[in-house]
């Protein structure tokens, strides 16, 4: 079955005088060829070969984030049928993620999930039902580093990450890519993907902490194969 995909186009709202998103024809990414995921994330993102490239730190005990790394949450949202919800990034052409962002100074990581979830996605229908125990890290590549960091006006290593579960309760027609107003959209197109899928289109940096996360969120998901 193909999954629900949205893409943003800017509409004037009459009666609200606001952007507005309009639904597009289901849509499912091509798995077996992903040109523009190779070519950009390849140019723009740093993608190294695995001999090359650093794992992250997945370390149970860690039960506060390394000083070098940035604070963030990740969520994984899903749906009534155990889908999950993927964003295809803006600046990024053909790069998909689970939605996460950056934990405000003395925010309750948990807080901050809800928070980022809102502003990405629009969305407020959704409980957390789990988290990852523990802070997942992983490096920027260095292209990526340079370019963030620049952004950012910092030195860090990567983004270390709390992880949530949470459970989207609404409809479909409740997701807005415009998010709620208060940041730049993060997002252009979206779906429901399988957790398989979730791996396949993550940038390869981000991929063992993927990995990690769907294993520890497995139960909740109902997994019928290990990733």
Request: hydrophobic share 35%; charged share 25%.
């Amino acid at each position: 079955m193909a999954s629900l995909c949205c893409r943003v186009f800017p509409l004037f709202n009459t009666t609200r005088r606001s952007l507005a998103f309009q639904f597009c024809p289901p849509k499912q990414p091509q798995f077996t060829d992903l040109p523009l995921l190779r070519a950009e994330l390849s140019r723009n993102l740093g993608r190294r070969s695995s001999s090359s490239s650093s794992p992250p730190t997945l370390s149970p005990s860690m039960e506060s984030p390394p000083p070098e790394y940035r604070k963030n949450v990740g969520i994984c949202l899903v749906n009534a049928s155990n889908k999950i919800f993927l964003g295809s990034r803006l600046d990024v052409p053909g790069a998909w993620q689970m939605p996460q962002g950056g934990v405000d100074e003395g925010e309750d990581p948990r807080d901050a999930a809800v928070r980022e979830l809102r502003e990405e996605t629009g969305v407020v229908s959704a409980e957390v039902i789990a988290e990852v125990p523990y802070w997942l890290t992983y490096d920027f590549p260095p292209e990526v580093k340079e370019m963030l960091n620049s952004r950012w006006g910092s030195n860090w290593k990567g983004q270390a990450q709390k992880w949530f579960l949470l459970k989207f309760t609404g409809k479909d027609e409740e997701v807005n890519l415009l998010g709620d107003g208060s940041e730049k959209p993060e997002f252009g197109e979206w779906s429901w993907m399988t957790p398989h899928q979730v791996i396949e289109l993550a940038v390869q940096f981000k991929k063992p902490v993927y990995e990690e996360v769907l294993k520890v969120f497995s139960p909740h998901l109902h997994l019928d194969s290990p990733l």
